[in-house]
């Protein structure tokens, strides 16, 4: 059905007029049925509709949607290959730049990145970027097509990677792909770092990121799970002992932070890591044939407005519970991208938007029985420039629940630094790396991802790892450092909210 | 209470404890007492069984007769004068305590810290072998435990010999552990009593004699029926449920009737947590014998996880969830859509009459179709009605409102509509267009009529899974909705009111509660072992389940043995953890993919040989896992090392703790302190002297090695706790004590060495996933600061810990910790060495 080819507009000389056709919209499972299931929520473009979106794009000469893509994946070039219908040519070009195109087709930010940045949008709503790739992606995986991956020839280098998340995928992908034997190390007894054990089944299916990451074992990447470095080998016995040239760290930002309040020892208080650890990584849903405890609670309040609170509140609901998102600004300023909201919203997750935890209440079992929150209001500006919440007096008022996911963001794992007496720590304990070569203060060692930049997206961990990678392979090919590529898409945030 | 005849010649009068009392003759002193409301402690005699004798502890003083005769052997005669309450007794009984507790593990009977382990323990741990009563699944209903506690003294002169059997679970359900048994001869005798010819009896003599059946045959082929009556009457943790085991004491004696087969027998459930945990029979004679489904599959069933808890109607060719009222609205306009003659029902007929009333209602009133109702424990092919059957195959039957599992899928993809009611997920429901969720068995008020006809009363002892409801009321609301007046059914009597000449359902051809081989196969049409594996085990069918297939890579086992009893010495290959690996550090393990992640401490490694070496005590499903591996099996995952090492510790001589898991854990430090010089004096505790192992190892790595014991049957009496103080008393200078073993021990040596001005660090265990830092599953408070026991420890200044938080956090999934359990006959059983020493250990 690929070859088919249906009613294409003319597109002959393109100037930014008023696009034929409107933006396609993606077909998605109805609110209230996937509220009760892990099953994804979009169903993705058929070809025919990708055909129809890749068409509306303009292909202009400067894409500003490259300089948008913190990857910079050849935008117009994919796009255009999938109006050709040649899904297969599509998948390779945005191989050129990504390792994992149909996560980021579902994960990434795009209406803040490539899409705000799209000339379509100015006027009209942007190409759907990030639908065409999720859709590119899936159909080569789904047709089973294998994709030649050009290797170059053995460099004779070896490289480490530790953490086997989207930063080390990348890093790992770029690397194998040059020629240089990579070898990842992963604590966990699964690959994909946050992609398996924080981002839900029904955001990005699991098997998805198995197969992206099945992909690098073609490459030729050797992976070891189960493998803490820092514990067994640390980051200088790989450089002297084991005969490592280069050492990419990756390990994320996996150290939960707590509100401190008090009764937040409670049972029934998770961190939104250990709540979807349970149900995502450890499949504590399909207990008891998954040995994994599952939560079972009547009333789960999530704090936080980002990503991670909106993917708990709507995990919160499919493990059959009533789930309310209690944050302390408005909802304008959560930080989590709109469309989470919205499906969180469409779902039946109930906000309780400036409002503010005090304490937790708990039985004479220390179990979880409710939350004190006090109500905000907006009061003046801060350093981020946004307007702070600030308590209102009097205002308290009691949310009965028995369980509570905190998700106000992680602080990086400290197993590599502590163990790295060389590397230089900056006081949020994060990796300093350059920006523009994200190599950090050891020689041969380079970081990136949420160990750098505190806690921030998928494809900003990418964005500095094709960085890294490029750095890497300069390093180890005795090249100058290349600094060019500062485009980092970092963006500052409130507070640090764990990637996607 | 017997009641006066009319001729007074026929009473006895006689004299207890200075109580005039009459009686009827032929009575014994034990009853006659009892009836006055004297209590004589008993342990071998029962109200339903004859008199024994055996275990002596219902020994009276009667005027006139020699010695101390048992008062369950001595019929009453007039004039008698009796004591039941002596100086001399009570000494008498003590002994006769000492006796029975010496064939009985005993330690926590006799520990001087059973009232604070209770009140921070007050779950049992879920061991797979009780080695005391904090370890027993019997322990809050036994009867030997009552009788130490309220009558006895804590100081018992003999040590306890502990046998040494294997643990008996090769049966389906049940789970013999014959070390605790005390041979009252309780099982047996009950069991002749009921059936006539025992299954069990007592196999061997002296010190050897034990419980079982001949020739040692599994209990499936000894012609035993699972009627369960043996576990329901032994007074000890021997014979238990291996499902309802763990769930300590329940509500007794809810009585309804069993609705799985038309013989509809009474039967009495316990209740736990508002759960039917067990069932068993109303009273232990053999009229009122129930079969093995009856005893051990109606709870499973009523809990089987799998249980349909909420109302689901197709929707763009999925089933989606909706709530009642859409769900009765979608189905009636469904089913409005076919002619007379093109609907049918086919349901179960082991249903309560009120739910069959209104099968047969809605089927011939409100959608004018056919009814069947399929034989209990049948299937579709024995519904005797051919033409119906004929109409299926020929398509002429359009929609069909099905009571459980009955079609095949040829006949189900052939149907236009179907209306499935049912409690688990089947190949009906995969293709039903509308899944009603019902209650079944005690979640059910109303009557069964049995195969002779007689009408019996169920009484509803719990809530429905989930929003499941009573058939007879989805139907009564589906009627409603299809305007069919005349239905005014306000609660179930109204249904049973208008029942009339409801037929007795066709008997089930066999004795299910004679024999094995006669239990039906199915309920609602399918099979009972899907739900329940452990009926496989006594010959029922069931679907093919995916096997999971042992992991064939991984981290391969090189010695797998039990050292003492339920702890487990395991040597595992992993070179890279063995090569880095620090005294007081520990490994996550899962065994496969679907296994927990949990951690364990390194008992000990060995870098050369790439091999590193765990303590498993068998507390739970993941521990259980490990238990059941052999050499040369492999673990799926293992990571590590985790956690910080023991920090080096100041001063000359350290004093380390170690009970329990503990005592392997701190085998490294013990090693590394005395490799960096320091004076190492190592305090082993265990429970009694068959619970105690690496004595030996530990004896060349320390300057001393003090052993406690709770029972006193080797070393001191006492814990670590107790050494810890004597050693302060003694004079010796210790600069650091270091505990690890159980929370309770380390709390207790905790609090008692908080005056003494020494440092303590404990190493502590509280629940983790991750394991390095991500999930904060393991967060404590130590201080005023929250830390993780992953990263910042385990090792912590015991002194700063709050006990009480980390105890409940960790019991914070006590109730799926007992769910988790796997149901299935373990085929695989190891054999544990019998030790020469057999626990009567008195050499030092």
């Not at chain 2, 005056?755 to 999930?775: E, K, R, S, Y």
Request: with cysteine.
């Amino acid at each position: 059905m690929s070859e088919t080819d249906p009613k294409t507009p003319p597109k002959k000389k393109r100037k930014p007029k008023k696009p034929k056709v409107p933006r396609q919209p993606m077909p998605e499972q109805d609110a209230t049925r996937r509220a009760r299931n892990f099953q994804e929520v979009p169903y993705g473009y058929p070809p025919e509709t990708a055909i129809i979106e890749a068409a509306r794009c303009l292909q202009c000469k400067k894409p500003l949607c490259v300089q948008g893509c913190p990857v910079n994946i050849d935008i117009p070039a994919f796009i255009k290959l999938i109006e050709e219908s040649n899904f297969e040519g599509a998948a390779i070009k945005l191989l050129e730049q990504t390792a994992l195109p149909a996560v980021c087709g579902r994960v990434c930010p795009q209406e803040t990145q490539c899409e705000e940045k799209c000339v379509l949008g100015k006027k009209f709503e942007p190409v759907a970027i990030g639908r065409l790739e999720r859709f590119a992606a899936d159909y080569v995986r789904e047709h089973g097509d294998e994709l030649e991956a050009q290797i170059d020839p053995p460099t004779g280098k070896r490289v480490a990677v530790i953490g086997a998340g989207p930063a080390g995928i990348t890093v790992a992908g770029d690397l194998a792909r040059l020629g240089h034997k990579v070898v990842m190390f992963e604590a966990l007894h699964l690959t994909g770092g946050v992609l398996m054990y924080g981002i839900p089944e029904f955001r990005l299916p699991k098997d998805i990121v198995q197969f992206e990451v099945n992909n690098l074992k073609k490459l030729g990447v050797e992976i070891h799970t189960d493998y803490v470095i820092g514990k067994a080998e640390t980051v200088d016995q790989l450089l002297n002992e084991e005969g490592y040239d280069a050492v990419f760290i990756g390990s994320g930002a996996g150290l939960p932070m707590f509100m401190n309040v008090p009764g937040e020892n409670a049972i029934g208080v998770y961190s939104a890591n250990e709540f979807l650890t349970r149900i995502n990584l450890m499949k504590a849903y399909d207990f008891p044939n998954y040995a994994t405890s599952p939560i079972r609670a009547k009333h789960i309040i999530t704090v936080g407005g980002g990503n991670v609170a909106m993917d708990s509140a709507r995990c919160a609901l499919r493990i059959g519970s009533k789930s309310t998102v209690v944050y302390r600004r408005a909802r304008e300023q959560m930080p989590a991208r709109d469309e989470e909201i919205h499906h969180a919203e469409e779902e039946g997750v109930e906000f309780n938007l400036l409002t503010n935890p005090v304490r937790i209440l708990t039985d004479d079992d220390n179990k979880m029985v409710g939350m004190e929150v006090i109500k905000m209001e907006l009061g003046e500006p801060d350093d981020s420039g946004r307007r702070s919440p600030v308590p209102v007096p009097g205002s308290e008022y009691i949310i009965e629940a028995d369980c509570c996911v905190v998700s106000i963001g992680n602080k990086p794992n400290p197993l590599i630094p502590q163990t790295s007496p060389d590397l230089s720590i900056t006081r949020w304990g994060t990796i300093e790396a350059d920006e523009g070569t994200m190599q950090t203060s050891k020689p041969g060692v380079f970081a990136g991802g949420d160990v750098v930049s505190g806690a921030a997206t998928v494809i900003s961990a990418m964005g500095q790892a094709k960085i890294a990678a490029h750095n890497i392979h300069l390093y180890l090919t005795g090249g100058e450092p290349d600094t060019s590529e500062e485009e980092t898409q970092t963006e500052e945030k409130e507070q640090p909210v764990t990637s996607e | 209470m017997n009641s006066f005849s009319e001729s007074t010649m026929d009473t006895i009068s006689l004299t207890i404890d200075n109580q005039q009392i009459t009686t009827e003759p032929g009575r014994t002193v034990l009853q006659a007492a009892e009836e006055a409301g004297i209590s004589i402690p008993t342990i071998c005699a029962h109200e339903d069984l004859p008199s024994y004798g055996a275990c002596r502890m219902c020994v009276v003083e009667i005027e006139g007769m020699r010695g101390y005769p048992t008062s369950c052997t001595t019929p009453v005669s007039e004039g008698m004068v009796v004591q039941t309450d002596t100086t001399e007794l009570r000494k008498l009984r003590n002994q006769v305590m000492e006796f029975i507790l010496s064939g009985h593990p005993d330690s926590c009977l006799v520990c001087d810290h059973r009232e604070d382990c209770e009140k921070y323990r007050p779950n049992v741990t879920k061991a797979g072998r009780s080695t005391r009563c904090g370890f027993c699944s019997n322990r809050d209903v036994c009867m030997v435990r009552n009788y130490a506690i309220t009558c006895y003294e804590r100081h018992l002169n003999l040590p306890t010999l502990y046998c040494h059997y294997n643990l008996e679970r090769d049966d389906p359900f049940m789970e013999r552990d014959l070390n605790l048994c005390i041979l009252c001869g309780l099982c047996w005798r009950i069991c002749e009593k009921i059936h006539g010819s025992p299954a069990i009896s007592i196999n061997n003599r002296g010190r050897w004699a034990k419980v079982g059946t001949a020739f040692n045959s599994s209990y499936v082929d000894s012609g035993c029926t699972f009627c369960g009556a043996c576990i329901d009457i032994c007074p000890t943790g021997t014979l238990t449920d291996r499902y309802a085991r763990w769930y300590g004491k329940g509500n007794f004696g809810w009585e309804t009737v069993c609705t799985l087969c038309p013989e509809g027998c009474k039967i009495k459930s316990t209740l736990s947590d508002n759960k039917v945990v067990s069932t068993e029979m109303i009273s232990f004679d053999r009229e009122s014998r129930i079969c093995a489904l009856g005893r051990f599959a109606y709870a499973q069933l009523m809990n089987a996880p799998k249980r349909l808890k909420r109302p689901y109607i197709r929707d763009n060719d999925e089933l989606t969830p909706v709530s009642w009222p859409d769900a009765i609205d979608f189905v009636a306009k469904k089913l409005a859509e076919y002619e007379p003659g093109q609907c049918a029902t086919i349901v179960d007929s082991a249903n309560i009459r009120e739910n069959l009333h209104l099968y047969r209602r809605f089927t011939e009133e409100a959608m004018q179709g056919r009814f069947a109702s399929v034989p209990a424990g049948d299937g579709f092919d024995d519904i005797d009605d051919e033409s119906l059957k004929a109409d299926l195959q020929a398509g002429k039957i359009k929609a069909v409102v099905l009571g459980g599992d009955y079609l095949d899928p040829e006949l189900l993809e052939g149907l236009d509509c179907l209306i499935v009611l049912d409690y688990l997920p089947s190949a009906a429901t995969k293709r039903a267009d509308a899944v009603l969720p019902v209650a079944i068995l005690a979640e059910l008020t109303g009557t069964f009529r049995d195969d002779a006809g007689e009408i019996k009363p169920l009484k509803r002892a719990v809530d429905a899974a989930g929003e499941a409801r009573p058939e007879w009321m989805i139907l009564r609301d589906l009627a409603g909705a299809l305007n069919r007046n005349g239905w005014p059914y306000d609660d179930i009597n109204g249904v049973t009111e208008d029942i009339t000449n409801d037929p007795a359902p066709q008997p089930w051809p066999g004795s299910p509660r004679d024999s094995l081989k006669d239990l039906p196969p199915r309920f609602r049409g399918a099979y009972l072992a899907d739900t329940v594996p452990a009926l496989k085990d006594v010959g029922l069918p069931s679907h093919p389940t995916p096997i999971h297939p042992r992991p064939t890579t991984g981290f391969k086992i090189l010695k797998h043995e039990e050292v003492v009893p339920n702890f487990f010495l395991i040597t595992i290959e992993a070179p890279k953890i063995a090569q880095y690996a620090r005294p007081g550090q520990f490994v996550i393990l899962m065994v496969d993919e679907t296994s927990e992640r949990v951690p364990f401490t390194l008992a000990d490694w060995d870098a050369e040989a790439g091999t590193i070496t765990l303590i498993i005590e068998e507390v739970g499903r993941s521990s259980g896992e490990l238990v059941f591996l052999s050499e040369g099996d492999f673990i799926a995952h293992v990571t590590g090392p985790l956690g910080v090492e023991l920090p080096v510790p100041e001063g000359d001589t350290i004093a380390l703790g170690g009970g329990c898991y503990g005592i392997g854990a701190i085998y490294p430090i013990a090693r590394e302190l005395k490799q960096l010089g320091k004076k190492v004096i190592t305090v082993l505790e265990a429970c009694s002297s068959y619970t105690l192992y690496m004595e030996s190892q530990f004896r060349e790595v320390s300057d001393e090695v003090i052993i406690m014991t709770k029972d006193g049957g080797k070393g001191m009496k006492g814990g670590v706790q107790e050494a810890f103080t004597h050693l302060v008393d003694r004079g010796t200078k210790v600069d650091q004590f270091v505990a690890v073993g159980c929370t309770f021990m380390m709390r207790m040596v905790t609090e008692t060495t908080r005056n003494f001005g020494i440092p303590l660090q404990v190493a502590l265990n509280p629940i983790m996933v991750d394991g390095t830092g991500m999930c904060g599953a393991c967060r404590i408070t130590i201080g005023d600061e929250t830390k993780f026991a992953c990263i910042d420890g385990p090792f912590f200044d015991g002194h700063q810990v709050d006990w009480d938080e980390l105890g409940s956090r960790r019991g914070a999934y006590a109730a799926e910790e007992i769910e988790a359990i796997p149901q299935d006959t373990h085929h695989h059983e190891k054999l544990v060495p019998i030790t020469t020493s057999g626990g009567c250990a008195l050499d030092d």
